[in-house]
Structures are given as structure tokens and as C-alpha cells.
């Protein structure tokens, strides 16, 4: 029998507990046909030789924002501005370039105020150096957003009788000018001067964006929030995806969440939609599960409570240093438990954005109340984050099968920030490890990109050692997960949070052929971040080579 391709001389962990190890895999219409023996004697139109190099199952990641992040590679990169006397720097330098430019947007990316001694840029100086050219800047966490008077004055803050959205804040100073800083949902004030982006924008947002995915082994991804709310980019926003798969400028497979202000109120027989002939969802019945294995519909994404950085995350003990702030809910819970439960019972399952265990709470409980009333739905149910959760809010959720999706990616860069916002007595309630995995919880690894990076190996390290920048191992050394358990979140245990495990998530004959050749072993590695993707293959094409990619 002639295959495709024949992979030969490489350690491969195939996480497939029937057969765990092999040398030799054989590839056929994108799909893996056997290892070893059972291609023995088998010849191929390409063979690859990676002796020394070990082989692991693609890596997915459940939870990232792929067209914002493509969008912001073209504008100013402000993680590495220190001071804000260098941020100021970089955007009057963006400014003068834009100046032949007229009405174009000073946009930037990646601002964290602990860059800056804790503060934020002053609105006046912004003014200075932008004058009425709009400004939008970006914070990493994605739930604050910067911008100047000019481009406050075009969103309508300064119109008589403005108030603040529903879920969000225009925050101001003790004069009562605003201080350029936009809270949560707000920031759809800013965004609906940019919306919607074009499919041609989209594409090639998304051409840039998966290359580089394949650069880190990421094979399958699941976008947070698509279509409608202050997350989405367009009303039509799958139609790029589409146009991007037909063009061979998706370089991952990508399953994608609507979110819940993408859906509309829908009434149909009445005896749908467990007899109530209404609920709430797309037209022509479109739900989750819909697509190929290339491209399809996940769970619809529900935005609960905010960000940790932020302190908008909705917790049930004030943060500390910030006497009488909680956090706070984006909506009011009894509107999420309807609108909630009117997207399931028309089918669809539901990923809640909980940070704060306040959230927490109320996601579970709504998940919960529909898994008892309508029994599942195509896909599992999710909690997206799971930042801050109590020991009893971890027993609960494993008990109900949902998935969780807590970003080991974000301790290094971030965890110092969180545990001293939320003290030592949480600590150990932060973007937990161990304790969801003996548990019995699933565990989705993820990045939340570009809130964190999407070095899927750095992230493996990180869920093994949990070290902060600045040393503390947060929760403690007893919850980091062994090397197989933190590889396992990235692929098989992802693949069952995405509902994917049928096709991928492991190597086993039947199953796609995804999979990430590496420099060495992940489970041997003293350090996992410092190994090398030689490679990336999906459907049994390489879309990343390290041996042929000119540097």
C-alpha cells in the first residue's frame, strides 16, 4: 500500500493509552493509518526522518481571540514601553509616521499598567501628542481600553444626558473629566467607530495570526467570541473564516463561539425546543457542531464578569487595596439566567466567562439548571477562566462534567499582579492545576490570547512549576501537574472541553493527523518552554517547517 507520508526515526507519544509510544506513523488522506508494524512493509510518496526529535499530538488551544490578535499586529507594540515617558515616546512617534495619514487611528496593544509603577497614561498628555486623531490603546487583559478626548467626543461621552452602558464605565476623575480610561462593555463606545471590520480585513488578520499558531505546533484553536458584543468584528465574521479556508489562509483548524449578542430571540413548532417552540439562537436552525472538521460552531460565549487586572472580576471578598470593590456582574443574574437558558434550550451549548467566584457561582448555577432540564447539548459546557474558585465551587463543577479553561500561561507574566490583588488567603484559589485534575474536573489548556502569549511550551512549564516573574510558585508546589498531565491539557483533555476528542487530541489510526515534532520530550525536558517546534503538520501537510522556513 503507498501512503502519503511516512513519519520514521521520531519518539512518538501518541497519549493513546492502547498504544502510547511508537517510531514509525503512516499517513493517508490526512488521516494516521498506523504505527510501526502495522505500516511495516508500506511505501510512501514522502518520508520524513526525525530521528532524535519526539512527536506529540497538535496542540490545541480552547480559548483564544485570533482576529483581534491579527489585527493588532500592525499597530504599536506597547508591552515592552517601561515608564510612561516611553509610552509616550512610541505613540508620538506612531503619530508623526500616521501624519500624511488623515483621520487614520493611533492604535496600540499589550499595555499593562504594572509597566508603569500601577498608573495609566494621562489624558492630557494624550491629548498633546494625538490632538483629534482618534486613539485607541489596548490593555492586555482586554477589558480596559485607552483612549483621548478626541476620540471620546466622537463616541458621544461628552453629549448632555450620556450615561454608562449597561456592563461598563467611562471612568473619570474627581472633576469629572474622564480619565480616558474604558471599562468592560463600555469599550463598545470606542469599537463601534472601528466596526465592522471588512472579510478582506479579517482574512488576512487570520492568515497572520494562524501562521505564527503554526509556529508554536497549534493545530486546532477555539475562538472566544465571534458576530456581536464588544469581542465580535463583524455581523459577518464567519464568512471570513470561511473565505480564509477557501483561500488556504487558515493555517489551524478553528472552532468558533457566536456570542450571545450575536444570537436573536427565534420561535419555531411548539413543540421545539423542548416544548416551548421558542428560544434564542440563528436563523435556519444553525448550531453548535456545525462544520467540518476544519471550520464549525462551538458553544455561544457568554461574557459574566470582568478581568482580574482590571478588578472587574466579580468575587465574593473585596480586593485587596481596593477597599469596597468587588468586582461586578456585566448584567443583571436574572437576565443571564434567561437569555442563558433560552440559548440552551434551543440547542446550543453555553461558555461562560467567570473569573471572579462570584461569577463562578452563577455560571455553575446556570449550567447546572439546564443540564438538569434539558440533559445535554452537542458539545460540553464550559466555564471560561475559572480564575478565582473556592475549593467547594471545584468539587461542584467536576461533579457536573464541565469543562474548565484556566490559562497556566498567565502566571509568569501575571500571577505576581493577581495574588497580590486578591492576598495570600486566595492565593491558592488562583488559575488552579492540581486540585481540578484530582478532582476529576477537565481541564482545557489555553491561552486567552493575546492576553498571554501562545507559547504553547512555555505554558506547559508553567502549568509543572507555576512560578510568577518574581519567583512565588502561586497556589504552592502541590499544584502543579506532572509534565504528562500539563501535555494532556493542551491536547486530549482540550479535545474533550472542544468536543473533539473523536478526531484529534491524540495519534491513533482513524484520527487526523495534527501533530507537533519537537526538539526533545516534554515529559523528559528539564525545562519544557526551552524545546524547539521543529515542525507543525495538519492534516498531514506541514504547515510549519523549521527546516525549510527561512529566518
Not at 456582574?329 to 467567570?354: K, N
Request: hydrophobic content about 40%; overall charge negative.
Amino acid at each position: 500500500m503507498k501512503l502519503d507520508r511516512i513519519i520514521r526515526g521520531a519518539n512518538i507519544l501518541t497519549l493513546d493509552r492502547q498504544r502510547p509510544t511508537a517510531h514509525t506513523m503512516g499517513i493517508l488522506d490526512g488521516r494516521v493509518v498506523g504505527f510501526d508494524e502495522e505500516v511495516q512493509g508500506c511505501t510512501a510518496y514522502s518520508i520524513e526522518d526525525f530521528t532524535g526529535a519526539t512527536i506529540v499530538p497538535g496542540f490545541i488551544d480552547a480559548h483564544c481571540h485570533t482576529t483581534w490578535w491579527g489585527l493588532g499586529l500592525s499597530a504599536v507594540d506597547l508591552h515592552d514601553a517601561r515608564g510612561l515617558d516611553s509610552l509616550y515616546d512610541l505613540l508620538e512617534r506612531e503619530t508623526v509616521r500616521l501624519s500624511a495619514e488623515p483621520g487614520a487611528w493611533v492604535k496600540g496593544t499589550g499595555f499593562n499598567h504594572k509597566h508603569h509603577d500601577g498608573q495609566f497614561p494621562d489624558i492630557r498628555r494624550l491629548d498633546e501628542l494625538t490632538g483629534d486623531r482618534p486613539l485607541y490603546l489596548r490593555h492586555v487583559s482586554g477589558h480596559l481600553s485607552i483612549t483621548n478626548s478626541a476620540t471620546l467626543r466622537l463616541a458621544g461621552v461628552f453629549e448632555p444626558g450620556f450615561s454608562n452602558p449597561a456592563g461598563g464605565a467611562v471612568l473619570r476623575d474627581a472633576e469629572g473629566y474622564p480619565t480616558g480610561v474604558i471599562e468592560e462593555s463600555a469599550q463598545s463606545l470606542i469599537q463601534n467607530l472601528l466596526l465592522p471590520y471588512s472579510v478582506p480585513q479579517i482574512v488576512r488578520a487570520l492568515d497572520d495570526a494562524t501562521t505564527r499558531y503554526a509556529e508554536q505546533g497549534i493545530t486546532s484553536f477555539t475562538e472566544a467570541g465571534i458576530g456581536g458584543g464588544w469581542i465580535g468584528h463583524s455581523p459577518i465574521e464567519v464568512q471570513a473564516y470561511q473565505q480564509a479556508l477557501r483561500d488556504n489562509r487558515l493555517h489551524a483548524r478553528a472552532q468558533l463561539m457566536p456570542t450571545l449578542d450575536a444570537l436573536r430571540p427565534l420561535s419555531a413548532h411548539a413543540r421545539d425546543m423542548h416544548d416551548t417552540g421558542h428560544g434564542r439562537g440563528i436563523d435556519l436552525g444553525i448550531g453548535a457542531g456545525f462544520g467540518n472538521d476544519w471550520l464549525s460552531l462551538g458553544p455561544v460565549k457568554v461574557f459574566m464578569d470582568g478581568s482580574l487586572l482590571g478588578a472587574t472580576a466579580a468575587v465574593t471578598e473585596d480586593y485587596c487595596g481596593h477597599p469596597h470593590n468587588s468586582g461586578y456582574l456585566l448584567d443583571d443574574p436574572q437576565s443571564y439566567r434567561e437569555r442563558v437558558t433560552d440559548v440552551y434550550r434551543a440547542g446550543w451549548p453555553i461558555a461562560l466567562h467567570a473569573i471572579g467566584d462570584a461569577a463562578i457561582d452563577l455560571a455553575a448555577e446556570i449550567i447546572i439548571d439546564c443540564q438538569d432540564r434539558f440533559g445535554p447539548n452537542a458539545l460540553p459546557n464550559r466555564i471560561e477562566h475559572f480564575g478565582i474558585s473556592r475549593p467547594d465551587q471545584v468539587d461542584l463543577i467536576a461533579r457536573a462534567g464541565i469543562a474548565v479553561t484556566p490559562q497556566a500561561g498567565f502566571i509568569g507574566p501575571l500571577g505576581d499582579q493577581f495574588a497580590e490583588l486578591v492576598g495570600v488567603e486566595r492565593e491558592g484559589w488562583l488559575y488552579r492545576g492540581r486540585t481540578l485534575v484530582d478532582a476529576g474536573a477537565i481541564l482545557a489548556g489555553s491561552s486567552d490570547l493575546p492576553v498571554a502569549d501562545n507559547n504553547v511550551r512555555r505554558a506547559l512549564q508553567s502549568s509543572v512549576d507555576r512560578k510568577t516573574e518574581n519567583g512565588l510558585v502561586l497556589g504552592g508546589p502541590g499544584e502543579g501537574l506532572t509534565p504528562e498531565e500539563a501535555l494532556r491539557s493542551y491536547t486530549e483533555w482540550a479535545a474533550i472541553a472542544t468536543g473533539t476528542i473523536d478526531s484529534r487530541g491524540t495519534l491513533a489510526r482513524g484520527k487526523l493527523a495534527d501533530f507537533v515534532v519537537l526538539s526533545g520530550s516534554p515529559l523528559a525536558a528539564d525545562d519544557i518552554g526551552t524545546l524547539d517546534v521543529i515542525a507543525t503538520v495538519v492534516d498531514g501537510h506541514f504547515s510549519f517547517d523549521s527546516r525549510t522556513t527561512a529566518h
